[in-house]
């Protein structure tokens, strides 16, 4: 029997449109389509997958005549596109008859709730329309002799891309292998051949050693190999009981695990390229403890080195060579983006190079006096710092100047790590004194943050996320729809790690 009020599918009555012009940042506030800013409809959506698919022949070998298929050829793909329809309102000069910058477009999606709520009001998801540029626009009709229909403008745009984001929804994995502290945690290549992967199959992770000696044990790497499902472990028995690692990244084909800095080591294990388990350890001896890494490439790897500076491996089997001083203030974090290379520590220092490592310099202004203890590099100026006492600060002129970003509970705790899956989706991890962790996500650059539903789902209570890791692909749907934090546990001697992700149907 029917029944009237069912709602299994998604109309266009449950959507509302807000656009954020500029880039997205956190200068640039999104606008309420209808309230702050004109009527929006968006029509002719276009959301390319690849180019062409061509197919490669040869003569077959085995028939005069016949032809065998023996490849494929795919031309890279188009960029998305949409037309943006705008209702002119009373009191102001329609912004589509203007030459305009680029801008963003948020489509927020619910069956039942304020969609004018861009942080809460949404509850299927939220389709991002990244960087739009107008190509053209059609004005209609102006005017007319006897009609009376609204006054529409339609932008022809392009886009940089268009996805989703919807509720993350958080589970523990490997609660039975783990028994201290996860450190770090890493999603491994996102290599993909004819397999459906999206960079989020492998992950890995290290344990704290249980930091006595003998019987004490060393770290452990916990890892998955189908996305989180089940967990396995293994020792690294190149590690000492007594010293903890620092972190863990992919270079290459090769998981890389630093140890505590007074050890002056790292140590790696080649990935197998068809199941993705870990093989043995191998440690390298280095001058200097390092703090931190960032992988610009499988041989242009870089180390924050304490109060040595920073390092670079072109071989990370190898060791690495020291390439800069740039301050004697600790440095404890390094990140990158291109040209752009950043490292942070003590004393609010932060020194940026803007040639691949040619050269360091200090920033014009510090933005704290504290211990900056993460780092984002968004853009070649865009950069966000988080501090041990609890602050977010970011920078749009790289370095120049610094702004405070206030959410609930900044100015006491500790700000551990901040990620960002694109240019609109990032994230960051925040413990009060209490302890108690607590993630905060952004999908418009970083305007608006939020720790709640629906973005945030079933988030336990535990100590601390030390740190945060999103897929290794270039496809922002799957990259801001999964995130995998590792952090210690409510008991303050487990460790935890939680994998979050998005229900795609």
């Known amino acids: ?63 005069v005549g016949a032809y065998k298929l023996v490849s494929r050829s795919i031309t890279p793909p188009d960029l998305a596109s949409a037309t943006v329809i705008t209702r002119e309102k009373h009191g102001a000069v329609p912004r589509a008859l203007m030459r305009g910058c680029t801008f963003n477009a948020y489509e927020l999606t619910g069956a039942c709730g304020d969609l004018s709520d861009f942080l809460a009001g949404w509850s299927d998801y939220v389709l991002i329309y990244s960087g739009a540029i107008t190509t053209s626009v059609d004005g209609g009709t102006r005017s007319s002799f006897d009609g009376d229909d ?27 292998q783990v028994d201290q502290e996860v450190v770090d945690i890493a ?22 050693s249980s930091g006595v000696a003998s019987p004490g044990l060393p770290a452990e790497i916990i890892y998955s190999t189908d996305k989180g499902l089940t967990w396995n472990q293994a020792t690294i028995t190149t590690m000492t009981a007594t010293l903890s690692p620092l972190w863990i990244d992919i270079v ?22 068809q199941t993705g388990v870990p093989g043995t350890f191998t440690a390298v001896t280095t001058e200097a403890g390092f703090t931190d890494i960032y992988v610009a490439g499988p041989r242009e790897v870089y180390f924050s080195a304490g109060t040595a500076g920073i ?15 740039p301050t004697s203030n600790s440095l404890n974090r390094i990140a990158g983006l ?30 704290t006096a504290a211990s900056v203890s993460a780092i984002s590099v968004n853009d070649t100026n865009l950069y966000f710092v988080g501090t041990a006492d609890g602050h977010i600060f970011w920078t749009k002129d790289g370095g120049e100047s610094w702004t405070e970003t206030t959410f609930s509970g900044s100015g006491a705790g500790a700000v551990y790590d901040i990620v960002w899956a694109t240019r609109e ?35 336990p209570t535990y100590n601390k996320a030390g740190r945060l890791a999103v897929p290794a692909t270039t496809d922002p749907g799957w990259a801001s729809n999964t995130l995998a934090i590792a952090g210690l546990a409510g008991n303050a001697t487990d460790g935890i790690i939680l994998v979050g992700t998005s229900s795609v149907l």
Not at 33 to 52: E, H, K, L
Not at 202 to 208: D, F
Not at 253 to 272: D, F, L, P, R, T
Not at 352 to 357: D, L
Request: net charge negative; hydrophobic share 40%.
């Open 187 to 208: 999603f491994g290549p996102g290599v993909a051949c004819d397999d459906c992967t999206n960079g989020d199959q492998w992950i890995y992770a290290v344990t704290a």
């Open 1 to 63: 029997m029917p029944d009237l009020k069912s709602d299994e599918i998604v109309l266009q009555r449950g959507k509302r449109n807000f656009v954020q012009l500029g880039n997205p940042m956190p200068s640039n506030a999104v606008r309420y389509a209808g309230q702050d800013a004109q009527y929006m409809s968006i029509d002719g959506v276009t959301i390319p997958g690849v180019g062409s698919i061509d197919p490669v022949w040869v003569h077959d070998p085995n028939r």
């Open 425 to 459: 989706v990032g994230y960051f991890s925040h413990s009060t004194v209490t302890p108690t962790a607590r993630i905060f996500t952004t999908w418009n650059g970083g305007a608006d943050w939020t720790r709640s539903a629906p973005r945030i789902l079933n988030m």
């Open 338 to 367: 291109e040209e752009v290379i950043v490292a942070v520590g003590a004393s609010g220092t932060v020194v940026v190079s803007k040639n691949r490592g040619a050269t360091f310099s200090t920033v014009t202004t510090a933005p």
């Open 252 to 273: 290459g084909n090769y998981v890389v695990v630093g140890e505590a800095a007074s050890a002056k080591k790292y140590h790696w294990a080649e990935i197998n390229k």
């Open 150 to 176: 609204p006054i529409e403008n339609s932008q022809d745009v392009t886009l940089s891309a268009v996805y989703p984001i919807g509720p993350l929804g958080f589970g523990e994995g490997a609660a039975t």
């Open 311 to 325: 390092y670079k491996a072109t071989d990370i089997t190898a060791g690495a060579t020291q390439i800069s001083l």
